[in-house]
């Protein structure tokens, strides 16, 4: 009789409850996330875009059509489709510019090849074709981008007043780009232009007015704080003024608070108190001596030390901010002082002009021509407060092109004009490569084409027609054409029509776009954790534990 083999034992590798899933459907199904994103995305490319209206769970509603800040404010569950969350975000942070299409372009790889995935084409060779035809895409952007001359000045501000302008193409702020443009090339002008730290530009939001009542203060302006009634007696503008910024709080502290003192007579008592007093005086006085006409400071500035000032003509402000604090310091010049004792002339600043104004519905503490200036502020005004978020949002991103313009200085034309030429090269490229990378390589190409595609579906323009005419042109040498969502012909030279854009924002762009399509191909199986069981919480407490626990706070326990 034969005998029976043993029984396998099971093995379990992994908790109860965990989703695995694995190999080609996994990998399918990784790419048609990523297209839905894409899909979601789409609408807002370009300067004919639509906005996304997004209300959070509190009934926030945000509008907006910034790539970045739309994938933010979805909560997106999938795990491979947070790869092109983290890409929109790391190309707002690094250039600011060109969210949507680094997403849409990631996207569009992916579909492009997804037909390969299905007959078995392995993922290497996709990856490996994917970095070759960037490689060749990036090399390229480098021989053609076109270098300003810095020299001279008027010609610069030229090209950055164009990059604002195309980057704010796509807002809505469009219609009013040219009062815009001056405004944002103006404000990282006024910056270190080594440093060039678009934080220390301030944004300042004030609902009501219009768009055109919006202000560039070359300087710092900030809300006026909490005053005590003295305040209103105190100057409200000066020439020339010393400023004191401290991180010393001027009041009086309540005896309560702070210490229990046992005293024996009434005049003891009077003695702590007088002393208290005596010590804020000081510290009024050695303020008073150093000249200072403005007192800023982090920490609350009292009633007494306010009527104080005011009685001495100095105009004081407690409770600043330490950002706005800190932009003061750096527009005026000196130092924040920790304490009022030995204040020398250096550690203050100066401007040439302070005063406190009404802005909208708001009281505005500016400060205007400041010797050390390397900071500004700008004041927007809009209707609804979610139109004047979008405006922030916009001006941001012309504010990064701008100051990544003025580090490189190397430009292409917009409007999908560069993708197009390197799809162009790329295809010609792949057809002298033997095997399958020359059908990736295709692919890669034919991938770019999404940008200027969706351009012109956005803007209601026959998309085929249109990207027909452009193949003929890019083919004729003609590098620069690209879409033109006004005119008849639907193309134009785009260098020409100044439509243009940094060559960082396209290289970073297809570095991102190529990268996370190389990573969602190179997962092939997905392990998903067991959630939390939330309906099913644990076990009850037994009845009377709670008050068991309460049972003898604030009073001793008797001891046993």
């Not at 804020?280 to 400071?297: Q, W």
């Not at 400041?370 to 978020?389: H, M, N, S």
């Not at 534990?545 to 326990?557: D, I, N, S, Y």
Request: net charge neutral; charged share 25%; with cysteine.
């Amino acid at each position: 009789m034969q005998r029976g083999l043993p029984m396998q034992p099971t093995v379990v590798l992994l908790k109860e409850g965990t989703d695995t899933s694995q190999g080609k459907p996994q990998l399918l199904s990784n790419i048609s996330a990523c297209l839905a994103i894409a899909e979601t995305l789409a609408t807002t490319l370009g300067p004919r875009g639509m906005d996304k209206l997004i209300v959070n769970e509190r009934g926030e509603a945000q509008i907006t059509n910034d790539g970045a800040t739309i994938l933010k404010l979805l909560d997106i569950v999938h795990p491979a489709a947070r790869t092109l969350v983290d890409i929109a975000r790391a190309q707002d942070a690094e250039v600011g510019d060109g969210t949507t299409s680094v997403v849409l372009l990631a996207a569009q790889l992916l579909k492009e090849v997804r037909g390969y995935i299905e007959e078995g084409v392995s993922p290497h060779i996709i990856m490996k074709g994917f970095r070759k035809a960037a490689e060749l895409a990036i090399e390229h952007i480098k021989t053609v981008q076109i270098t300003v001359d810095r020299s001279n000045p008027e010609q610069f501000r030229s090209l950055l007043l164009k990059c604002a302008s195309t980057s704010m193409s796509s807002k809505l702020i469009h219609s009013e780009k040219p009062f815009f443009s001056n405004m944002v090339v103006d404000a990282v002008q006024c910056l270190d232009q080594e440093d060039l730290n678009e934080n220390l530009i301030g944004v300042k939001k004030i609902p009501g007015g219009g768009m055109q009542d919006s202000i560039l203060v070359k300087g710092v302006a900030f809300k006026k704080t909490f005053t005590y009634a003295g305040a209103e007696q105190q100057p409200k503008s000066f020439r020339n003024p010393l400023i004191l910024s401290l991180n010393v709080e001027l009041e009086l502290k309540a005896e309560k608070d702070n210490a229990e003192v046992r005293v024996e007579h009434v005049s003891d008592y009077q003695a702590i108190v007088d002393a208290e007093w005596e010590i804020i005086y000081r510290k009024l006085e050695a303020i008073e001596k150093t000249g200072a006409k403005v007192v800023l400071s982090k920490l609350p500035i009292g009633d007494l030390a306010t009527q104080w000032f005011a009685d001495r003509d100095i105009f004081c402000a407690g409770r600043v901010p330490a950002d706005d604090l800190q932009r003061v310091v750096q527009a005026v010049g000196g130092s924040i002082q920790s304490t009022c004792s030995d204040i020398k002339r250096e550690y203050l600043g100066t401007c040439g002009s302070f005063e406190e104004r009404q802005i909208g519905g708001e009281r505005y503490n500016l400060f205007t021509e400041c010797p050390k200036a390397k900071t500004c502020t700008l004041i927007l005004r809009g209707g609804a407060e979610q139109f004047i978020e979008e405006v922030e949002r916009s001006l941001h991103d012309a504010i990064m092109v701008v100051k990544r313009a003025v580090k490189n200085g190397d430009i292409v034309a917009g409007g999908g004009a560069i993708e197009l030429d390197l799809s162009s090269r790329i295809r010609k490229h792949a057809l002298s490569i033997p095997g399958k990378l020359q059908l990736v390589m295709i692919a890669f190409a034919k991938a770019l084409e999404v940008i200027p595609r969706q351009i012109c579906d956005n803007a209601g323009l026959d998309s085929t027609d249109v990207l027909n005419k452009l193949r003929m042109k890019h083919a004729n040498g003609e590098q620069w054409y690209g879409v033109d969502v006004d005119g008849a012909e639907g193309i134009r030279n785009n260098l020409e029509a100044f439509v243009w854009e940094p060559s960082l924002v396209k290289v970073n762009a297809i570095n991102s776009a190529t990268e996370a399509a190389c990573l969602i191909l190179s997962v092939d199986e997905t392990v998903r954790a067991p959630q939390n069981e939330a309906q099913n919480p644990g076990p009850k407490a037994p009845p009377g534990t709670a008050q068991r626990a309460l049972r003898g706070r604030g009073r001793g326990m008797p001891r046993r």
